[in-house]
DNA sequence: ACCTGAACACCGTTCAAGT
DNA sequence: ACCTGAACACCGTTCAAGT
């Protein structure tokens, strides 16, 4: 047990933090909890209750995390930035699927969370999935100058591209009629982009 | 208490399911466990034991339920057989949104489940997904002759009018930008089948 | 045979009490 | 001031025991 005093506020923050992150990639969601967190760290329940809101705010922060960590690995395998859209999105995409595979735990986390009506996710959140988006309005952006259309499409495709990576991750490829959800992102993609050019 | 021989156990199978439907739809997945089902029905826990192998296999029913339910819900809304494929898959993916819109907690729940590794859903399950999926390919129909084609752009298509709807319905809309998940799926829709079409 | 009810091993959250 | 630990009101699941 940690005396009183070993630990700063912010210290036990991030310590949470990161066994929480632990817990979850090896256990997943399910064998996860409060308590286990505490003892990760040498402290009791009740400690976790000073430094976190609660159980859901523990979480939002570990999204948080992984909404940053999901930004770097997208970014790290962004092509050129003189690539045409669609060489671009499709890299993009398949990173994105590379990382739900890979991270598939915290990334099922990322979504699971059934907002309550009417609450939006804190500013500091909103910000960091912003980041995400940005890169997919970069990847689009040579494709007119309307900077709400791009937003718009950015959007619809970002939301197209979780839903085919869902399929995959909740196992149910089965569905999928035997194509990859790269395959399947792709078609997506390559159609879309043909039609919105026109 | 129901005294023994109250019920068959068919009788009970169905009142714990109408119970939780019930549960959830009133309080959602979170005011959802198997000590209140079974005391909705005027049983002890244990008796649910006896009819469900455990409370993931009551929740799959019920979600087999739920895709009955979101089956006759599209095939109403259904355009003409006549239909174009624009005009129907418009009608469908309008009635799917507007049918988690409604009925918003055991939507959710239909998709929450985090399957483990390697299992799959029973075949019955998947026979009623498949006959959702069904839908979505005779609106696809007229485009080609190629069965295996319309599989794949209907699967392609339906994850991603899913992950639209998801946006909305997890309350992530802010990040839509203003649109309506309708107006997104008719700009995703819209210009998959132009470009396509070729 | 059918169902109970108590037990087991857990939860999230709170807060008086200890150091 | 910082942290504990016990309490409260819950969980899912099992299974000997009652009727």
Known sequence: MARRGDHSRAEIHRMALDAAERLIAAEGDRGFSARKVASAIGYTVGT????????????????GRTLDDLFYAL????????????TA????????????????????MLFDAVAEKGDNPPDW???????????????????TQD????????RVLWASVHGICLLKIRQRMNLAGGQSAEDMARLLIENFLRGFRG
């Open 48 to 63: 976790l209750y000073l430094v976190f809101e609660n159980l859901d705010d523990l979480v939002l922060q570990v999204n």
């Open 75 to 86: 970014q790290k395998r962004q092509g050129a930035t003189g690539d045409d859209p669609e």
């Open 89 to 108: 999105l499709l890299a993009l995409s398949n990173a994105y699927i590379a990382y739900a595979e890979a991270e598939s735990p915290r990334w099922n």
């Open 125 to 143: 959140y909103q910000q960091k999935l912003g980041r995400v988006f940005g890169l997919v309005e970069a990847a689009l952006s040579p494709l």
């Open 147 to 154: 900077a709400t259309e791009i937003q718009r499409v950015a």
